[in-house]
Protein backbone atom coordinates (compact mmCIF):
# COMPACT_ATOMS: atom_id res chain seq x y z
CA UNK A 1 0.00 0.00 0.00
CA UNK A 2 1.43 3.25 -1.28
CA UNK A 3 1.44 6.19 1.47
CA UNK A 4 -1.76 8.35 1.34
CA UNK A 5 -1.17 12.03 0.19
CA UNK A 6 -2.05 14.35 2.48
CA UNK A 7 -4.46 16.77 1.78
CA UNK A 8 -4.81 20.00 4.78
CA UNK A 9 -8.58 21.41 4.66
CA UNK A 10 -8.53 24.87 5.62
CA UNK A 11 -11.85 25.45 7.72
CA UNK A 12 -12.28 22.22 7.93
CA UNK A 13 -15.21 22.38 10.66
CA UNK A 14 -17.27 24.59 8.27
CA UNK A 15 -19.55 23.67 5.23
CA UNK A 16 -17.18 23.76 1.85
CA UNK A 17 -14.12 22.21 4.28
CA UNK A 18 -16.42 19.94 6.00
CA UNK A 19 -17.62 18.66 2.78
CA UNK A 20 -14.74 18.10 1.24
CA UNK A 21 -12.96 16.01 4.58
CA UNK A 22 -15.95 13.79 4.10
CA UNK A 23 -15.75 12.86 0.22
CA UNK A 24 -11.67 12.79 1.59
CA UNK A 25 -12.92 9.80 4.24
CA UNK A 26 -15.85 8.30 2.17
CA UNK A 27 -13.95 8.12 -1.05
CA UNK A 28 -12.86 4.54 -2.28
CA UNK A 29 -9.85 4.58 -4.00
CA UNK A 30 -8.67 6.41 -0.84
CA UNK A 31 -5.52 7.90 -2.20
CA UNK A 32 -5.79 10.43 0.20
CA UNK A 33 -6.01 11.57 3.56
CA UNK A 34 -7.73 13.91 5.45
CA UNK A 35 -5.95 16.52 7.58
CA UNK A 36 -8.68 18.91 9.25
CA UNK A 37 -7.94 22.19 10.01
CA UNK A 38 -9.56 24.00 12.91
CA UNK A 39 -8.85 26.66 15.40
CA UNK A 40 -10.53 24.75 17.92
CA UNK A 41 -9.64 21.39 17.79
CA UNK A 42 -12.10 20.02 20.89
CA UNK A 43 -15.02 21.52 19.37
CA UNK A 44 -18.01 18.99 18.83
CA UNK A 45 -17.41 19.08 14.75
CA UNK A 46 -13.57 18.65 15.14
CA UNK A 47 -14.00 15.65 17.57
CA UNK A 48 -16.26 14.00 15.01
CA UNK A 49 -14.28 14.28 11.82
CA UNK A 50 -11.52 13.08 14.40
CA UNK A 51 -13.86 9.82 14.69
CA UNK A 52 -14.62 10.02 11.28
CA UNK A 53 -10.91 9.00 10.91
CA UNK A 54 -9.43 12.54 9.77
CA UNK A 55 -5.79 13.91 11.52
CA UNK A 56 -7.63 16.76 13.39
CA UNK A 57 -4.57 19.79 13.58
CA UNK A 58 -4.98 23.11 15.46
CA UNK A 59 -4.35 26.00 13.01
CA UNK A 60 -5.28 29.71 12.88
CA UNK A 61 -5.39 31.88 9.49
CA UNK A 62 -4.48 34.51 11.36
CA UNK A 63 -0.77 32.83 12.19
CA UNK A 64 0.99 32.35 9.68
CA UNK A 65 3.66 30.17 11.62
CA UNK A 66 0.59 27.93 12.79
CA UNK A 67 -0.27 27.32 9.21
CA UNK A 68 3.00 27.12 7.72
CA UNK A 69 3.38 24.19 10.47
CA UNK A 70 -0.26 22.97 9.78
CA UNK A 71 0.62 22.60 5.71
CA UNK A 72 4.16 20.42 6.65
CA UNK A 73 4.25 16.95 4.61
CA UNK A 74 0.85 17.84 2.59
CA UNK A 75 0.77 17.28 -0.51
CA UNK A 76 -2.60 19.41 -0.92
CA UNK A 77 -4.31 22.39 0.55
CA UNK A 78 -8.02 23.21 0.43
CA UNK A 79 -7.62 27.16 1.19
CA UNK A 80 -10.98 28.71 1.92
CA UNK A 81 -11.98 32.08 4.38
CA UNK A 82 -14.70 32.69 6.05
CA UNK A 83 -15.95 36.50 5.35
CA UNK A 84 -19.38 36.34 7.35
CA UNK A 85 -17.29 35.77 10.79
CA UNK A 86 -15.79 39.09 10.80
CA UNK A 87 -17.15 40.92 7.61
CA UNK A 88 -13.64 42.58 7.18
CA UNK A 89 -12.70 42.51 3.21
CA UNK A 90 -8.84 43.43 4.32
CA UNK A 91 -8.74 40.49 7.06
CA UNK A 92 -10.01 38.06 4.78
CA UNK A 93 -7.33 39.12 2.08
CA UNK A 94 -4.33 38.84 4.51
CA UNK A 95 -6.03 35.32 5.75
CA UNK A 96 -5.72 34.37 1.48
CA UNK A 97 -2.11 35.73 1.57
CA UNK A 98 -0.89 33.79 4.32
CA UNK A 99 -2.72 30.79 2.82
CA UNK A 100 -0.53 31.29 -0.27
CA UNK A 101 2.89 32.31 1.25
CA UNK A 102 2.11 29.34 3.52
CA UNK A 103 1.59 26.71 0.90
CA UNK A 104 4.74 28.24 -0.81
CA UNK A 105 7.05 27.82 2.31
CA UNK A 106 5.84 24.00 2.66
CA UNK A 107 6.71 23.08 -0.55
CA UNK A 108 2.37 22.42 -1.50
CA UNK A 109 2.38 20.28 -4.75
CA UNK A 110 -1.26 21.62 -5.29
CA UNK A 111 -3.07 24.35 -3.95
CA UNK A 112 -7.26 24.59 -4.25
CA UNK A 113 -8.31 28.13 -3.44
CA UNK A 114 -12.09 28.95 -3.02
CA UNK A 115 -12.51 31.94 -4.32
CA UNK A 116 -15.56 34.33 -6.31
CA UNK A 117 -15.63 37.35 -9.04
CA UNK A 118 -14.15 40.38 -8.19
CA UNK A 119 -17.59 42.07 -9.31
CA UNK A 120 -15.42 45.41 -9.82
CA UNK A 121 -14.59 44.44 -13.00
CA UNK A 122 -17.79 44.25 -13.72
CA UNK A 123 -19.20 47.68 -11.88
CA UNK A 124 -16.82 49.79 -11.55
CA UNK A 125 -16.73 52.06 -8.41
CA UNK A 126 -17.53 54.88 -9.99
CA UNK A 127 -20.64 53.04 -11.05
CA UNK A 128 -23.73 54.15 -8.68
CA UNK A 129 -26.26 51.54 -9.93
CA UNK A 130 -25.27 49.87 -7.18
CA UNK A 131 -23.67 51.25 -3.85
CA UNK A 132 -20.26 51.21 -3.11
CA UNK A 133 -19.36 49.73 0.60
CA UNK A 134 -16.86 49.60 2.67
CA UNK A 135 -15.23 52.69 1.08
CA UNK A 136 -14.06 50.16 -1.70
CA UNK A 137 -16.05 47.46 -3.09
CA UNK A 138 -19.13 46.19 -4.58
CA UNK A 139 -19.56 42.94 -3.20
CA UNK A 140 -17.09 42.45 -0.67
CA UNK A 141 -17.49 38.71 0.22
CA UNK A 142 -16.77 38.60 -3.66
CA UNK A 143 -14.32 41.53 -4.07
CA UNK A 144 -11.90 40.36 -1.69
CA UNK A 145 -11.66 36.63 -2.62
CA UNK A 146 -11.57 37.63 -6.29
CA UNK A 147 -8.53 40.34 -5.19
CA UNK A 148 -7.07 37.60 -3.53
CA UNK A 149 -6.26 35.23 -6.75
CA UNK A 150 -3.19 37.33 -7.13
CA UNK A 151 -1.36 36.11 -3.76
CA UNK A 152 -1.64 32.43 -5.40
CA UNK A 153 -0.38 33.39 -8.92
CA UNK A 154 2.51 35.55 -7.42
CA UNK A 155 3.78 33.33 -5.04
CA UNK A 156 4.51 30.46 -7.58
CA UNK A 157 2.51 27.91 -6.08
CA UNK A 158 0.66 25.44 -7.88
CA UNK A 159 -2.72 26.50 -7.97
CA UNK A 160 -6.59 25.74 -8.89
CA UNK A 161 -8.60 28.72 -8.60
CA UNK A 162 -12.19 27.14 -8.20
CA UNK A 163 -15.42 29.88 -7.80
CA UNK A 164 -18.12 27.86 -5.55
CA UNK A 165 -21.86 29.20 -5.68
CA UNK A 166 -24.54 29.54 -3.47
CA UNK A 167 -25.09 26.74 -1.34
CA UNK A 168 -28.78 24.76 -0.82
CA UNK A 169 -27.42 24.42 2.78
CA UNK A 170 -28.17 28.45 2.73
CA UNK A 171 -31.78 27.59 3.18
CA UNK A 172 -31.60 25.81 5.96
CA UNK A 173 -29.01 27.62 7.98
CA UNK A 174 -28.54 31.01 6.52
CA UNK A 175 -32.47 32.17 6.51
CA UNK A 176 -32.36 31.99 3.02
CA UNK A 177 -35.52 29.53 3.27
CA UNK A 178 -39.36 30.12 2.14
CA UNK A 179 -40.88 31.89 5.00
CA UNK A 180 -44.88 32.27 6.55
CA UNK A 181 -45.97 35.33 5.93
CA UNK A 182 -48.57 36.87 8.35
CA UNK A 183 -51.28 35.99 5.65
CA UNK A 184 -49.80 32.33 6.43
CA UNK A 185 -48.54 32.22 2.77
CA UNK A 186 -44.90 30.45 2.07
CA UNK A 187 -43.21 32.75 -0.09
CA UNK A 188 -38.85 32.76 -0.99
CA UNK A 189 -37.93 36.43 -1.34
CA UNK A 190 -34.93 36.77 -3.69
CA UNK A 191 -34.05 39.83 -5.98
CA UNK A 192 -33.17 38.03 -8.91
CA UNK A 193 -36.43 38.99 -11.14
CA UNK A 194 -36.54 36.43 -13.78
CA UNK A 195 -32.67 35.59 -13.89
CA UNK A 196 -31.64 32.05 -13.19
CA UNK A 197 -28.65 32.01 -9.82
CA UNK A 198 -25.92 29.15 -10.07
CA UNK A 199 -26.05 26.90 -7.10
CA UNK A 200 -24.67 23.64 -5.12
CA UNK A 201 -25.08 20.98 -2.33
CA UNK A 202 -22.07 21.58 0.09
CA UNK A 203 -20.80 17.98 -0.44
CA UNK A 204 -21.13 18.16 -4.71
CA UNK A 205 -18.53 21.08 -3.94
CA UNK A 206 -16.20 18.92 -1.99
CA UNK A 207 -16.35 15.37 -4.32
CA UNK A 208 -15.64 18.50 -6.83
CA UNK A 209 -12.63 19.86 -5.09
CA UNK A 210 -11.23 15.91 -4.26
CA UNK A 211 -11.66 15.03 -8.42
CA UNK A 212 -9.46 18.15 -9.01
CA UNK A 213 -7.14 17.00 -6.60
CA UNK A 214 -7.38 13.46 -7.83
CA UNK A 215 -6.77 14.94 -11.77
CA UNK A 216 -3.12 15.93 -10.26
CA UNK A 217 -1.84 18.70 -12.93
CA UNK A 218 -4.71 18.44 -15.21
CA UNK A 219 -6.47 21.28 -13.37
CA UNK A 220 -3.19 23.66 -12.09
CA UNK A 221 -3.12 26.96 -13.32
CA UNK A 222 -6.67 27.07 -14.25
CA UNK A 223 -9.98 28.40 -13.04
CA UNK A 224 -12.56 26.10 -12.81
CA UNK A 225 -16.37 27.01 -11.84
CA UNK A 226 -19.18 24.75 -10.77
CA UNK A 227 -22.93 24.17 -10.22
CA UNK A 228 -25.38 21.57 -9.27
CA UNK A 229 -28.32 23.35 -11.67
CA UNK A 230 -28.82 26.95 -12.74
CA UNK A 231 -32.08 28.12 -11.30
CA UNK A 232 -35.09 30.64 -11.47
CA UNK A 233 -36.22 32.30 -8.20
CA UNK A 234 -39.51 30.75 -9.59
CA UNK A 235 -37.88 27.07 -10.40
CA UNK A 236 -36.82 27.16 -6.85
CA UNK A 237 -40.46 27.75 -5.16
CA UNK A 238 -41.74 25.10 -7.51
CA UNK A 239 -39.66 22.80 -6.23
CA UNK A 240 -40.14 23.36 -2.54
CA UNK A 241 -43.65 23.15 -3.54
CA UNK A 242 -43.50 19.77 -5.08
CA UNK A 243 -41.30 18.19 -2.55
CA UNK A 244 -42.47 20.02 0.90
CA UNK A 245 -46.37 19.37 -0.54
CA UNK A 246 -46.75 23.38 0.50
CA UNK A 247 -47.18 25.72 -2.21
CA UNK A 248 -44.88 28.49 -2.17
CA UNK A 249 -44.50 31.30 -4.07
CA UNK A 250 -41.67 32.84 -5.37
CA UNK A 251 -41.56 36.96 -4.14
CA UNK A 252 -39.38 38.62 -6.85
CA UNK A 253 -38.01 41.35 -4.39
CA UNK A 254 -35.80 44.26 -5.80
CA UNK A 255 -32.34 44.43 -4.86
CA UNK A 256 -32.69 47.60 -3.08
CA UNK A 257 -35.23 46.30 -0.56
CA UNK A 258 -32.86 43.43 0.18
CA UNK A 259 -30.17 46.00 1.10
CA UNK A 260 -32.84 47.27 3.71
CA UNK A 261 -33.34 44.21 5.20
CA UNK A 262 -31.18 45.26 8.03
CA UNK A 263 -29.38 42.13 8.67
CA UNK A 264 -25.32 42.15 8.95
CA UNK A 265 -24.80 41.86 5.73
CA UNK A 266 -27.53 42.75 3.84
CA UNK A 267 -26.13 45.51 1.78
CA UNK A 268 -23.35 42.99 0.89
CA UNK A 269 -26.34 40.35 -0.29
CA UNK A 270 -28.30 42.61 -1.68
CA UNK A 271 -25.53 43.82 -4.21
CA UNK A 272 -24.37 40.08 -4.55
CA UNK A 273 -27.81 39.16 -6.32
CA UNK A 274 -27.62 42.34 -8.24
CA UNK A 275 -24.61 41.81 -9.69
CA UNK A 276 -25.91 37.54 -10.40
CA UNK A 277 -29.42 38.87 -12.21
CA UNK A 278 -27.58 41.85 -14.21
CA UNK A 279 -24.81 39.55 -15.33
CA UNK A 280 -26.67 36.52 -15.14
CA UNK A 281 -24.87 35.35 -18.95
CA UNK A 282 -21.46 35.70 -17.84
CA UNK A 283 -21.81 34.43 -14.19
CA UNK A 284 -23.60 31.18 -15.25
CA UNK A 285 -21.50 31.00 -17.75
CA UNK A 286 -18.62 30.71 -15.57
CA UNK A 287 -20.11 28.00 -13.39
CA UNK A 288 -20.76 24.78 -15.43
CA UNK A 289 -22.84 21.59 -14.47
CA UNK A 290 -21.63 19.59 -17.02
CA UNK A 291 -18.10 20.54 -15.56
CA UNK A 292 -19.10 19.56 -12.31
CA UNK A 293 -21.13 16.31 -13.21
CA UNK A 294 -17.60 15.41 -15.21
CA UNK A 295 -15.69 15.57 -11.62
CA UNK A 296 -18.35 14.10 -9.56
CA UNK A 297 -20.63 11.60 -11.43
CA UNK A 298 -22.94 11.66 -8.17
CA UNK A 299 -23.81 15.36 -9.00
CA UNK A 300 -27.37 16.48 -6.86
CA UNK A 301 -29.95 18.33 -9.17
CA UNK A 302 -31.91 20.93 -6.50
CA UNK A 303 -34.84 18.48 -6.33
CA UNK A 304 -32.96 15.68 -5.18
CA UNK A 305 -30.91 17.38 -2.49
CA UNK A 306 -34.18 18.57 -1.22
CA UNK A 307 -36.04 15.62 -1.03
CA UNK A 308 -33.12 14.44 1.11
CA UNK A 309 -33.29 17.43 3.34
CA UNK A 310 -36.91 18.37 3.00
CA UNK A 311 -37.19 18.07 6.74
CA UNK A 312 -34.33 20.28 8.00
CA UNK A 313 -36.00 23.41 6.33
CA UNK A 314 -37.42 25.87 8.73
CA UNK A 315 -40.71 27.46 7.66
CA UNK A 316 -41.41 29.89 9.86
Known amino acids: MAEKKIIAVVGATGAQGGGLVRAILNDKDGAFAARALTRNPNSDKAKELAKMGAEVVAADLDNLESLKKAFTGAYGVYGVTNFWEHFSPEKEMEQAKAIAKASKEANVKHVIWSSLDDTRKWIPLSDNRMP?????????????????NKFFTESGV??????????WENFIYFGQGPKKGPDGKISISLPLADKKMPSIAVEDIGKCALAIFKNGDKYIGKTVGIA?????????????SKVLGKEVSYNAISANTYRGFGFPGADDMGNMYQFKAEFEKD???????????????????FTTWLEKNKNKIPLE
Not at 283 to 301: F, M
Open 228 to 240: GEHLTGKQFAEAF
Open 158 to 167: PTTIFNTVFY
Open 283 to 301: YCQSRSVELAKTLNPSLQN
Open 132 to 148: TLQGKYKVPHFDAKGES
